[in-house]
């Protein structure tokens, strides 16, 4: 049987790990996703604008920025990745006539000629009803989104209400969460439960037993003293 363990000092290069034994370590401890309180969660926000906007507002749009906060994020593979700064992404230009909705993605790509993590802008198809791209879920390749965007004709801005977020969606992204499941306590409970019951139901029974010997004694007594019978050792029945 083989194991797959770690971490320990190599000696003569017995104990080396690649990188895929050092993201397993975050399996089974934490889910997939954005940690929400981390910097900024991923969010994506209206554009950061840029210090020359007035000079660029007046030519032709070509592309659509908007901001993506910083933040830090894993897969599911345990492979991880942070967002140091706030940075503009770019949209492709509006269609003419049609909406569409693009989705801003983290891209983790484990092929052998890329081997990152990404942020990725998935241009939608125009159409009267758009829908958002689909994301890839491979082996080789995750995807995680952050938000969708949704792109009126011959917009020249996106504005925050047309961010569609999608982190807290677990279907899609989520946030971190840990994996430990709370212990049940429920049968430790049918077990005090059940102790509990058969204490009670022998205090009833002793003192049931207990009530019943003194009615039976003071009944007993009575009628010694009703006889005139001082010391009830020396009575003795006589049959008549």
Same mark, same amino acid.
């Given at each position: ?5 770690g971490y320990f000092d190599s000696v003569d290069g017995d104990r080396l790990y690649d990188a895929d034994t050092m993201s397993r370590y975050f399996t089974g401890i934490i889910s ?60 492709? +230009? ?113 003192? +049931? ?32």
């Amino acid at each position: 049987m083989t194991l797959d363990f770690g971490y320990f000092d190599s000696v003569d290069g017995d104990r080396l790990y690649d990188a895929d034994t050092m993201s397993r370590y975050f399996t089974g401890i934490i889910s997939r996703g954005v940690l929400q309180a981390y910097e900024g969660g991923f969010q994506v926000t209206e554009a950061i604008k840029p210090e020359d906007e007035e000079d660029e507002a007046t030519e032709t749009v070509t592309e659509l920025p908007v901001a993506v906060q910083p933040g830090k994020a894993y897969f599911s593979n345990g492979k991880w990745v942070t967002n140091p700064y706030a940075h503009n992404v770019f949209l492709e +230009a509006p269609a003419m006539t049609l909406p569409r909705i693009d989705r801003i993605v983290l891209r983790c790509d484990r092929t052998y000629d890329e081997r990152n993590v990404s942020i990725v802008v998935k241009t939608g198809v125009p159409d009267p009803a758009p829908v958002p791209p689909e994301l890839i879920s491979t082996e080789e390749i995750e995807e995680m989104s952050l938000c969708q965007v949704y792109v009126d004709p011959e917009a020249t801005a996106i504005t925050q209400d047309k961010i569609i977020d999608e982190r807290p969606n677990n279907s899609v992204c989520g946030f971190v969460h840990q994996l430990f499941e709370q212990v049940s306590t429920e049968e430790l409970f049918n077990q005090y439960d059940a102790a509990f019951e058969k204490w009670f139901k022998d205090i009833k029974e002793t003192v +049931a037993t207990t009530t019943l010997i003194r009615q039976y004694s003071s009944n007993y007594y009575t009628m010694n003293k009703d006889f005139g019978i001082d010391n009830p050792a020396k009575f003795k029945l006589v049959n008549i």
